[in-house]
């Protein structure tokens, strides 16, 4: 007769967690919800610190086309947002209609047809191009860009097609405008675009492209019918991202922006965005009103990117829907 | 098509081939669709397949059974030009489609796979509605007109034995919400959808559960009527049970390529194989 065997004990008593699992789990817990605390932490701040300049002028700090620190006899203290907001809003958006289409375009030369040999060096390159301090774009535009610019575009333009569209009316002063600010943001959000649809693109399975390939479609078919309808939420993501690095960009905006609280229909005309007027005038506020009301900026720009962020996200979830059932 | 689904568990290839040759062979005259002749295949410095010489007669199915890394795979990806996008990759020796070299200079690819369609081994839908994975082929042919799209997409569908399981949800519902087995027909409905002389199938089955996987089997043997066939499987008894033609592939131990061993009509190759090697591996010896 075999022997009788104990049943295994399973039940130990304690928790079904190990020992090293509590602390493990408790620390991860703890850095997660310190993110969720840092965001409503630094909104708190914001919303705090702007009261003053809220309670004082409401809307108009938002929507307010004057900002004047300083009372004098012509001119009464007044803090309105608009040119900022309206710059941040306008420089953000030319970066993004010239970044957008070149950045995929490059996402997809270098996920789809580039050579092999060519792929890391030139993704190397993109991805140098996002790692270059935005103070030195700032310098290259003022000394580089901004010159050719003037000469090449503003000018003849101005004289040009200046006399009937407004948005590109003369005279050229500086040349420092919301449309120079554009180019150059464009160019620092063009390498997050590129890299981030790429890897976006890589992550397509081969077997989408091999069905394409099979039912007899070339490589443009195969690359616009196949491989980015699959990844599309993801280069939204990613054009999204870059979005948000060019509403936030402030040092080369205060370089290139001209810092002008004029609104001008121009593009060519100097005017300002909402980081550059608060890294500007936030050290040297000449009251505590007026720095409130940098602070209403600031809080404005954060509801901004937050409200953009969320639209996106927003954006990205119904594309996903749109395309359940699944990735294959 | 009656004939005799069978789960082959416990029945001798011998009798499987019996079986199935009593439902008849076709009348449709044959004649040789796809001719390899010393055929080979690199990729880089190495070579997955060398010197295949083996004829693949039309309105046939042809299976290329072997063990894992015989390249088998490579041999029926060859067929199309699907490695056309691989570095390195390159063939020598002929392999002819209706007489006429695939690999010349001036054979464009992409007009060769409209002649030659491809299944794969996991069903790859697109993320459309069924109406659309079945017409997107023939959008990327040029045809636009609404009528005609949606008659030769119902008549694929029909052809893959899907309509009825998709007829009401054609626009609502997803490709890739089916289950894998419809997925798989979907694909080859994709397939057909285009009209392709030839179909490659690499191992269609090895996603799919044995029900699934024989109701795919008996689309394969209904498909011939239409096309040509190459099949490439693990699964010897569906090679028994689908092809007509089978061809042997083992990895040269010393060489470290694939070749072919044998070739040859279905029911003499499981019953009474010219090479050692093809007895062994049917037996179960190896492999």
Known sequence: MAQQLTPPQWSTGKSPMRHGDVPFRAGTVALASAVVLLVFAVAGMLYVSSQEARTAFGWDLLFGTVWNPIETELSPMSFGGWPAVRGTLLSALIALIIAAPLAIGIGIFLAELCPLSLRTPLSFLVELLAAVPSVIYGVWGVFVFIPFFNSAFANPISTTIGSYIPWFAGPISTGRGLLVTGVILALMILPTIASLTRDVLGLVPNTQREAMLAIGATRWETIWLAVIPYSRAGIIGAIMLGLGRALGETMAATMLVGNSQRISESLFAPATTAASLVANELTNSVSSLHESALISVAFALFGITLFLNFGARLLIWYVERSTRGGRS | ????????????????????????????????????????????????????????????????????????????????????????????????????????????????????????????????????????????????????????????????????????RLHSSYGTALSGGQQQRLCIARTIATNPEVILMDEPCSA????????????????????????????????????????????????????????????????????????DYISGQFG
């Not at chain 2, 002819?96 to 200079?105: I, T």
């Not at chain 2, 043997?221 to 007509?244: C, G, K, P």
């Open chain 2, 208 to 279: 799919l559960d044995p029900i699934a996987s024989l109701k795919i089997e008996d689309l394969i043997y209904d498909l011939r009527e239409q096309f040509t066939i190459v099949i490439v499987t693990h699964n010897m008894q569906q090679a028994a049970r689908v092809s007509d033609i089978t061809a042997f592939m083992l990895m040269n131990r010393e060489k470290h390529y694939g070749e072919l061993v044998e070739s040859g009509p279905t029911d003499k190759l499981f019953t009474a194989p010219t090479d050692k090697r093809t007895e």
């Open chain 2, 1 to 168: 098509m009656e004939r005799a689904m069978t789960l082959t568990r416990g029945i001798g290839f011998g009798e499987l081939v019996a079986q199935r040759a009593k439902t008849g062979q076709l009348a449709v005259a044959t004649e040789n669709k796809i001719e390899m002749q010393k055929f080979g295949f690199h990729y880089g410095s190495f070579k997955a397949v060398h010197d295949v010489t083996m004829v693949m007669p039309s309105n046939r199915v042809t299976a290329i059974i072997g063990p894992s890394g015989c390249g088998k795979s490579t041999l029926l990806r060859s067929i199309n030009r699907m490695h056309d996008a691989t570095t390195g990759a390159r063939a020598e020796g002929q392999l002819r489609l209706d007489g006429s070299n695939v690999y010349d200079a001036d054979v464009d690819s992409v007009l060769l796979r409209r002649r030659v369609g491809m299944v794969f081994q996991r069903p790859n839908p697109f993320q459309l509605s069924i109406f659309e994975n079945v017409a997107y082929g023939l959008r990327v042919l040029g045809i636009r007109n609404r009528k005609t799209l949606a008659e030769r997409v119902e008549q694929s569908l029909r052809r893959a034995a899907l309509w009825d399981e998709v007829k009401d």
